[in-house]
C-alpha cells in the first residue's frame, strides 16, 4: 500500500506527537504528600534543592525588576512636572515624588531581601556540591587486591600489602539537567516556596563502616580442600594437602549506604509557626547541616514572599490611600488637611474622575511623550523612556528648568513694560512723582 506525501506527514506528525506526549508521561507536579517518594534518591533531592534556589533567585530578579521599573516611571513622571506650568504638570509633580518615596522605600526593602538570598544561595549550594560529592563517592567502586603471595619458605614477618584502587566519578555526579525541572521525569513543584524541605538527612554521611564489610576468602589449588584453620602453631588458612591462600573480597563494599531523603518542616519547631530559629556559625559551615539548609531556606523564603508596589499597577482608586501623594496634593491646596469629600475632589481635579483615561495618560502613554535632552552637543528630540537615567535624564530635566527660566524672564519682563507710566519711561526713579510706577 502506497501512501499519499499528505498521509505520510500526517502519520509522521502523529507518531512524533505521540513520541512526545510519551516522553513527558512520567512528569508530574508534586506536592508535599508526595514529594518524598517520589524523590527519592540522593541526587533527586540535589536537583530539589537547585530548582528551590532557582525560584527564590527568580523571585529576588523579579523584585529589582520591579523596582528598576518603579525608578523609569518616577523618572518619567518628574520631566513630564518639569515640562509645563499648568494643573496636569502638578498632578505630574505629585506623582513623581509618590514614586521617589515608593522607590527609596523599596531600596530599603531589597537590601535585607538581597542578603538573605546571598546567604541562603551560598548555604544551599554548598550542601547541592556536598551531596553531589558524597552521591559520588557513595557509588564509588574498589577493586579487589591479588592475594598476597606468600612464598613457601617464606618465614618473614613483614606486612603483605594488599594493592586495591577506588574509583570516584565526580564529573557526572548528580547532574542537574534543568533547573525548573526535578529528574528525568521532568517534574515540578506545585509549591516551590513551600515551608517543607526536602534533604538528604546528614546523618548518612557520618558511618565510616563500609557496607557490606570486605570479607577475607580461603581459597587453594584444584582438589584441594583449603579451610579456615587453627592449631597451636597456626592460625589462618590451610588445606589438606595445599597450602591454603588468603584472599581480600571488597569490590561490593560502599563507602556510604544508599539514603532516603525526608521531609521536614524548615520552621524551628512545626506548621503553626514562621520562626526560622537561629543557626550560629551559619556561613562558616562549609558543609552545612540540616538545620543550616532549613533556617537558611526559612529566611530566603520570607524574603521573595514580599511583595513590592507596581506603580505600573496604579490606578485612580488607589490615589487617596497613598499618603506621600495625598501630602504632595495637600500642599498644591494651599497646605490645609485633605480627606474625604475635600480629598476625592482634589483627586479628581488633578487626574480627572475616568479610569481608564488616567491610566492612559499618566501611566501607559508618558514612556512615549517626548521632550528634549543634549545628546553631546546635540539638542535631541526623544521619547522618555529613552531619558530616566544618567546624563539623558539630568540633561532633560535641567533643558526643561531652563527653559521656564526664560519664559518666566520673558513674562515679568512683559509685564513690567506693560505697566510703565507714560511720563516716567525716560527718566530715573528717583525723579518721578512719589507712587508713580517707573522702570
Known amino acids: 500500500m502506497q501512501l499519499t506525501e499528505e498521509r505520510s506527514r500526517t502519520l ?31 541526587c533527586l533531592a540535589v536537583e530539589y534543592l537547585a530548582l528551590r534556589d532557582s525560584v527564590m533567585s ?34 505630574f509633580a505629585a506623582l513623581a515624588v509618590y514614586g521617589r518615596a515608593v522607590t527609596d522605600r523599596q531600596l530599603a526593602q531589597l537590601h535585607p531581601l538581597l542578603k538573605s538570598f546571598l546567604e541562603s544561595s551560598a548555604t544551599v549550594n554548598r550542601r547541592i556540591g556536598g551531596e553531589a560529592l558524597t552521591a559520588a563517592i557513595s557509588k564509588a567502586t574498589f577493586t579487589d587486591p591479588a592475594p598476597p603471595g606468600v612464598g613457601s619458605y617464606d618465614t618473614a614477618a613483614d606486612p603483605k600489602l594488599l594493592a586495591t584502587t577506588v574509583t570516584v566519578s565526580t564529573g557526572d555526579a548528580c547532574p542537574i539537567q534543568e533547573l525548573n525541572k526535578i529528574g528525568s521525569g521532568q ?48 592460625r589462618g588458612c590451610s588445606g589438606s594437602n595445599n597450602a591454603g591462600q588468603i584472599g581480600v573480597k571488597i569490590s561490593t563494599s560502599k563507602l556510604f549506604s544508599a539514603a532516603t531523603p525526608t521531609l521536614s518542616f524548615d520552621s524551628a519547631e512545626d506548621a503553626d509557626n514562621d520562626n526560622c530559629g537561629d543557626v550560629k556559625n551559619m556561613l ?8 543550616a539548609v532549613k533556617h537558611a531556606i526559612c529566611k530566603a523564603r520570607q524574603a521573595v514572599t514580599v511583595q513590592l508596589e507596581d506603580l505600573e499597577q496604579l490606578a485612580l482608586s488607589d490615589l487617596k490611600s497613598k499618603p506621600e501623594l495625598v ?42 511623550k517626548h521632550s528634549k535632552y543634549r545628546k553631546g552637543e546635540q539638542l535631541t528630540n526623544a521619547p522618555l523612556s529613552e531619558q530616566t537615567s544618567g546624563t539623558a535624564y539630568t540633561s532633560a530635566l535641567a533643558h526643561l528648568r531652563q527653559e521656564r527660566n526664560n519664559l518666566m524672564k520673558t513674562a515679568l519682563k512683559a ?25
Open 58 to 91: 527568580s523571585k529576588v530578579l523579579s523584585a529589582f525588576a520591579t523596582a528598576a521599573k518603579n525608578t523609569k516611571l518616577a523618572a518619567q513622571w518628574e520631566i513630564m512636572a518639569a515640562g509645563g506650568n499648568d494643573q496636569q504638570a502638578d498632578a
Open 187 to 234: 517534574h515540578t513543584l506545585k509549591n516551590a516556596l513551600s515551608r517543607k524541605v526536602l534533604l538528604t538527612p546528614d546523618s548518612t554521611i557520618s558511618s565510616t563502616a563500609l557496607t557490606p564489610a570486605p570479607t577475607l576468602t580461603c581459597t587453594g589449588t584444584e582438589g584441594a580442600t583449603p579451610r579456615w584453620d587453627s592449631n597451636s602453631n597456626l
Open 327 to 368: 501630602a504632595a496634593l495637600q500642599e498644591l491646596n494651599g497646605g490645609s488637611k485633605l480627606e474625604g469629600d475635600a480629598l476625592e475632589s482634589a483627586i479628581k481635579t488633578y487626574f480627572g474622575s475616568d479610569a481608564e483615561q488616567f491610566k492612559t495618560t499618566f501611566v501607559t502613554e508618558v514612556k512615549n
Open 415 to 439: 509685564s513690567a513694560t506693560k505697566n510703565v507710566i507714560p511720563e516716567c519711561a525716560k527718566k530715573k526713579k528717583s525723579d518721578c512723582d512719589k507712587g508713580a510706577s517707573c522702570e
Open 284 to 291: 562558616k559551615q562549609t558543609m552545612p547541616t540540616d538545620a
Open 12 to 42: 509522521i506528525l502523529a507518531l512524533l506527537l505521540l513520541t512526545q506526549s510519551q516522553w513527558h508521561a512520567d512528569g508530574k507536579e508534586l506536592g508535599d504528600d508526595d514529594l518524598a517518594t517520589t524523590l527519592n534518591t540522593r
